[in-house]
C-alpha cells in the first residue's frame, strides 16, 4: 500500500478528533523521499515546514537557533528529514505550530541504521576534538526508546513494501465547553476579561498570562485589543522578541477590527528608546526577552500584560519564572498570575503533544523528596552512556536542571546522551536525588594548540574554562592541564538553604581529587548572593566578562579552584583580575551592582596627608568645589570603600570608579541632581574624618 493511502483517512480521522497524526516512516531514503513528495502533493497543505536537507521548494524550511522565530506561526503539515541529521531542540520547538488535523512526518533510517550513523545536526554539543561526521552517540537510541512508550504511528517501506511497526490509537473527541465566538475557550475568555481589568483596575498590577504552546494566549491579547479599542481606549501597543512573535495577537485584533488603527507593533529598543505614554503594553512571548528588559519596561509602564510561554524547550521560559517574576514579588506585590491550560489549536488528549512532552522529558514531576537532616547521604556519577540504563535517573536530573536553571533546553538533554565529556554529580538520600551537578570534562589541549588558543588564532568548541584561561588570563599552559568546569548546579528547591549545595561541592573536590584533575571552575551571570556562595565554596573569581549576557542580565564571573593546581597562582590571577577591574570599570554594565563590584575590585591604594585630609574637609563643609578634590576623594575612597554605608559607596563607585555623569548617576540612585548627590558624599566624609 502507498503511503499516501495509508495515511490519508487517519488524516481526515485526526481532522474529525481534533488531533495532529505524529508519523515516523522509516527506510531508505532514495524510496521515503519519492513517497514523501506524492503525500505532499495529494494532501497540498497550504503551509508546510521541512526540517533537514531536500526541503521542496514550496516548502518553508526551518534553521536552526530560530525556534523563537517560530512561536505565533502555525503549519499544515511539518516534515523531519532525519537521514542527514536530526536536531532535537528543533524538532521539539517546532512541533507546537501544528494545526489539528495535520500531519507530523519523520523520515528516517530503520532503528539499528539509525542508532548507528552519526548525528551532525549535533555538532555544535560536541566538543573538541570529536568528529560529526564520526561520532556516535547515545540521543537517538534513548529517543527510540522512548517512543515505544508513546502514541505514534510507526511505518516501515522496504521495496514499496509497508509494514507497521507500531500502531497509533486515536484518542477520542474530547467534547469542548460551549463558549460564545470569538473566544475559543472559556479559559480564553476569562483571560481576556483579565486583560481588561490591568486597564480598568488599579495601576501596578501586571498580568502575567502563562499557557504551553496552542493555548491561544497570543489571540486573547488581540481580542482584548480589540475591545480595548471599541471602549476609547487609543494607546495600545504590542511588543515581542521579533515581529513574528506578535504576528497571531495582531491579526486576531484585525479579525475583529479590520479596519480600525489600534494595536500597533513597536519593536522593544525603539520603545525603550521613545517611552511613549500608553493605556496598555502587551509583551508576546515574553520570556524570548532578557530580564533586564523586562524590569525597564514593569518600571516605566503602569498597565501591563506579560504572556508567555514557560515549558522547557523554549529555553529561557524558566528564566522568566525564577527571575523576572521573583522581581515582581519584589517590585509589583498585586501582580496576577493566570495559567490557560486547556489547548485550542487541538484537543486536550493529542498524541503530538504528548509524544513531545513525554518522549523529551519535558513532563515536570510534581512530587518533591524529604530530606533527613544527619541521614547518609550518597554521591553518584553519571557518565553519558548510563542514561540508556538508567532512563529514570535522567529524567530526575533532566527535572531538576529544568526547574532550576533559567536555560535548559532539549539539547542540553541531547548533550547528556551524545557529549561523552559531560558528566552528573548527584546526592541522593534513601535513593530520592536532592541536588546535582552538571560538569564539563576540559583542557589537556596540545601545548602548540594553547598557544593559538592565547594568541587570538583558535578557538575550540566545548573548552570554554581552557579557552579563557588561556585567552583572557594569558595561561596558555593551564589549557594542557586537567580541568572540570561546574556548568550547573541545582538543589531541590523545597530543599534550598539547607547546606546541600556546599554539601554537594565540598564533595565533588574530594571526588576530582581522586580523579587527579588539576583544576575545577565555574562561569555564571554574577550577583551578590551565588558569588557569596561560590566563594563559600573556596573559589576564587580571576575574571568578569565585560558584556551582560542577554538571558541572565549579568556579566559572567569565572571563578577557579586549585584541585591538584598551584593555589598561589589563583591569587596571583585574582589580583591581576581586580587590578584590570579598577581600570576599566567604566567598559562594564552602567547598573553593575556595587555589592558585585566591592568584592571583586582591588583598587591602588596612596595614603593621604595632612593636606589632603584638609582639603576633604573644606570640601564636606562646602568650602571646596568637587573638581577641586576629585584626586583626593578617589584616594580617600579607595581606602575606605568597604567601611562606608553601601548606599553612599554605591554612588562614589559610579562617580570615581565607573565615571559616570551626574545626570546619570541621579537617575540611577533617585537622587535630585548634581547637588543631592554632592551632599550626600560630604555627608560621608564628615562621618569618615570626624
Known amino acids: 500500500m502507498p503511503v499516501t493511502a495509508c495515511l490519508q483517512p487517519l488524516l481526515a480521522e485526526a481532522a474529525a478528533r481534533q488531533i495532529r497524526l505524529p508519523v515516523l516512516l522509516q527506510g531508505k531514503q532514495d524510496e521515503l523521499l519519492p513517497q514523501c513528495q506524492q503525500l505532499i502533493a495529494t494532501i497540498a497543505p497550504q503551509t508546510l515546514y521541512w526540517l533537514g536537507e531536500q526541503a521542496p ?28 541529521g536530526f ?14 488535523g495535520g500531519l507530523w512526518l519523520i523520515l528516517a533510517p530503520t532503528d539499528e541504521h539509525w542508532c548507528q550513523q552519526p548525528n551532525p545536526a549535533h555538532s555544535a554539543l560536541l566538543p573538541y576534538p570529536l568528529d560529526p561526521q564520526q561520532h556516535h ?8 526508546a522512548r517512543l515505544t512508550e508513546c502514541q505514534l504511528l510507526k511505518l516501515t517501506l522496504n521495496n514499496s513494501t509497508l509494514n507497521l511497526s507500531q500502531p497509533l490509537k486515536l484518542p477520542d473527541l474530547q467534547p469542548s465547553s460551549a463558549v460564545a465566538a470569538p473566544y475559543a475557550s472559556i479559559e480564553q475568555q476569562l483571560a481576556v476579561a483579565a486583560i481588561l481589568k490591568v486597564v480598568s483596575g488599579h495601576r501596578r498590577r501586571p498580568l502575567v498570562l502563562v499557557a504551553d504552546r496552542g493555548r491561544g494566549k497570543s489571540a486573547a491579547l488581540g481580542l482584548a485589543a480589540a475591545l480595548l479599542v471599541q471602549q476609547g481606549k487609543k494607546r495600545l501597543v504590542i511588543t515581542a522578541a521579533s515581529p513574528n512573535a ?12 479590520p479596519d480600525t488603527p489600534g494595536l500597533c507593533f513597536i519593536a522593544v529598543d525603539q520603545l525603550l528608546l521613545e517611552q511613549p505614554e500608553l493605556d496598555l503594553l502587551l509583551i508576546d512571548e515574553a520570556a524570548a526577552l532578557p530580564t533586564a528588559v523586562l524590569k525597564q519596561l514593569a518600571d516605566r509602564y503602569s498597565r501591563i500584560v506579560f504572556a508567555t510561554t514557560e515549558h522547557g524547550y523554549e529555553g529561557t521560559g524558566r528564566g522568566f519564572q525564577l527571575r523576572f517574576q521573583r522581581y515582581l514579588d519584589e517590585t509589583q506585590k498585586g501582580w496576577k498570575r493566570l495559567q490557560i491550560v486547556q489547548p485550542v489549536r487541538y484537543q486536550q488528549q493529542d498524541p503530538l503533544e504528548q509524544l513531545i512532552f513525554n518522549s523529551f522529558l519535558l513532563k515536570q514531576v510534581s512530587a518533591d523528596p524529604t530530606f533527613q537532616p544527619g541521614q547518609a547521604l550518597q554521591l553518584r556519577q553519571f557518565q553519558h552512556n548510563h542514561w540508556l540504563t538508567e532512563p529514570e535517573q535522567l529524567a530526575d536530573v533532566f527535572h531538576l536542571l529544568s526547574l532550576a536553571h533559567y536555560q535548559t533546553q532539549v539539547k542540553d538533554l541531547a548533550a547528556l546522551l551524545d557529549n561523552p565529556q559531560l558528566t552528573v554529580v548527584a546526592l541522593y538520600q534513601r535513593d530520592q536525588l536532592l541536588a546535582c551537578a552538571l560538569l564539563s570534562y576540559e583542557g589537556e589541549l596540545a601545548s602548540e594548540l594553547c598557544q593559538k588558543i592565547y594568541q587570538g588564532d583558535r578557538r575550540v568548541q566545548g573548552h570554554l574554562l581552557a579557552q579563557s584561561l588561556a585567552f583572557h588570563l594569558a595561561q596558555p599552559q593551564l589549557a594542557s592541564q586537567r580541568l572540570v568546569r561546574v556548568m550547573r548546579i541545582a538543589v531541590v528547591r523545597p530543599l534550598q538553604r539547607h547546606g546541600l549545595g556546599s554539601h554537594l561541592l565540598a564533595e ?10 588539576d583544576w575545577l571552575g565555574t562561569s555564571f551571570g554574577v ?18 566578562s565585560n558584556f551582560a549576557d542577554n538571558a541572565s542580565s549579568e556579566p559572567s564571573v569565572l571563578m577557579l579552584k586549585p584541585i591538584n593546581g598551584n593555589k598561589q597562582l589563583v591569587q596571583q590571577l585574582n589580583q591581576q583580575s ?4 579598577y581600570h576599566c570599570l567604566q567598559e562594564y554594565p552602567a547598573n553593575l551592582s556595587f555589592d558585585v563590584i566591592r568584592k571583586l575590585v582591588l583598587p591602588p591604594t596612596v595614603a593621604l596627608d595632612e ?3 584638609g582639603q576633604l574637609q573644606l570640601f564636606a563643609q562646602g568650602k571646596r568645589p568637587y573638581q577641586l578634590v576629585a584626586r583626593q576623594l578617589l584616594y580617600w575612597f579607595n581606602l575606605h570603600y568597604l567601611q562606608l554605608e553601601p548606599a553612599a559607596s554605591a554612588v562614589l563607585a559610579a562617580r570615581l570608579w565607573q565615571k559616570q555623569s551626574w545626570q546619570t548617576i541621579g537617575k540611577r540612585f533617585q537622587l535630585a541632581g548634581k547637588a543631592a548627590c554632592i551632599k550626600l558624599i560630604q555627608q560621608q566624609i564628615s562621618s569618615s574624618l570626624a
Open 57 to 84: 521548494a514550496a516548502s518553508t524550511q526551518l534553521k536552526p537557533g530560530n525556534n523563537y522565530q517560530l512561536l505565533g506561526s502555525e503549519c499544515d503539515m511539518l516534515v523531519v528529514n532525519a537521514f542527514s
Open 87 to 100: 536536531n532535537a531542540d528543533l524538532t521539539a520547538a517546532s512541533a507546537g505550530c501544528l494545526k489539528a
Open 137 to 144: 552517540g547515545q540521543f537517538i537510541r534513548f529517543w527510540l
Open 246 to 257: 506578535a504576528a497571531t495577537a495582531i491579526s486576531h485584533y484585525q479579525q475583529q477590527l
Open 508 to 517: 565533588l573536590a574530594n571526588l576530582l581529587k581522586q580523579q587527579n584533575i
Open 527 to 544: 550577583s551578590p548572593g551565588l558569588l557569596a556562595f561560590w566563594q563559600a565554596a573556596d573559589y576564587t573569581p580571576v575574571r568578569l
Open 578 to 581: 581586580g587590578n584590570e577591574l
Open 611 to 613: 593636606t589632603d585630609i
